[in-house]
């Protein structure tokens, strides 16, 4: 019976993971996914497809939207359709190497609290519970006052926002798995408990840690976007979402297209990821399922 238990839970390795996913019978899933791809697609082929660059003056000021500028144009005479679609792979850039650095950083933390549990689990944690005591934009916004606004800043800037989450599932799902068999086994052989970690820990906890990253994404895409709005991330000429909202904020009455283009990119890739998030968590989360 112990060694049924000891094998239940096997690692979800990505690739498999997520194409065994998008091929079930998950409705959320499937749009979750159809929608982010759709969204990816438009935000890579765009350059291919819209003939203006995102700085270029392409017409008069505040036009709205008309054939050759599908989205209108801003305060400059600068084509929205293709600042959005630009803005995007910026934003989804920075949201995403943010949640990665957070997903590896936050990941390493919270597997040695969980295999080291005494003193040094405590420690670890403790300094967790002290980064999730201040407000997390408020604690962004003294983070990029001091380091900077380039781009290498915020993304790091971000991360370590989001560590404690992940550090946390981390810890949680490795205290399960430090007295299972295979993990005890692998120590009584002499592993080392760095190889111990990487090879039988890691892997069966990438599930819960993978279903996590689409709810950070989507927090740090709209970290990002708040600090844009706020002038403290990615500076002028590059789009963000964040900023360009910003900038039409004097003419919004005028020209509402200026804040319903990217206002609608930021609810469309966050309503993706939170419905392939909680379609992951349906059909992969035990306490979910069943």
């Known amino acids: 019976m112990s060694e049924r238990s000891?094998?239940?839970?096997?690692?979800?390795?990505?690739?498999?993971?997520?194409?065994?996913?998008?091929?079930?019978?998950?409705?959320?899933?499937?749009?979750?996914?159809?929608?982010?791809?759709?969204?990816?697609?438009?935000a890579l082929g765009g350059p291919f497809v819209i003939p203006h660059g995102p700085t270029d003056m392409v017409a008069m000021s505040l036009q709205p939207p008309s054939a050759a500028n599908l989205l209108g144009t801003d305060l400059l005479g600068r084509d929205v359709l293709a600042r959005t679609l630009d803005a995007a792979r910026t934003s989804l850039t920075v949201a995403f190497c943010a949640m990665a650095l957070s997903l590896m950083a936050g990941a390493a933390w919270g597997m040695i609290a969980g295999y080291n549990v005494g003193s040094v689990d405590l420690v670890l944690m403790r300094v967790l519970d002290v980064l999730q005591a201040f407000p997390p934009l408020l604690l962004a916004v003294a983070l990029v006052a001091m380091l900077g606004t380039s781009t290498p800043n915020l993304v790091f800037t971000m991360s370590i926002l989001f560590v404690p989450q992940f550090a946390r599932i981390a810890r949680s799902a490795t205290l399960l798995l430090r007295r299972r068999q295979f993990v005890l086994a692998a120590e009584v052989l002499g592993v080392s408990p760095l190889r111990n970690l990487l090879t039988h820990v890691l892997p069966n906890i990438s599930t819960p840690l993978i279903i996590e990253s689409t709810s950070v994404i989507t927090a740090a895409l709209l970290t990002e976007s708040a600090l844009s709005f706020l002038g403290m991330g990615i500076q002028p000429p590059t789009p963000t979402w964040g900023g360009m909202i910003a900038e039409s904020t004097s003419v919004m009455t005028r020209a509402p297209w200026l804040v319903l283009a990217p206002g609608s990119a930021i609810i469309l890739v966050v309503l993706a990821f939170l419905l392939l998030g909680d379609g992951l968590r349906d059909k992969f989360d035990p306490k979910v399922s069943g």
């Open 6 to 42: 000891d094998t239940a839970w096997r690692p979800e390795l990505f690739p498999r993971f997520l194409i065994r996913a998008f091929l079930g019978q998950n409705v959320l899933i499937r749009i979750g996914g159809v929608m982010l791809v759709a969204l990816l697609a438009l």
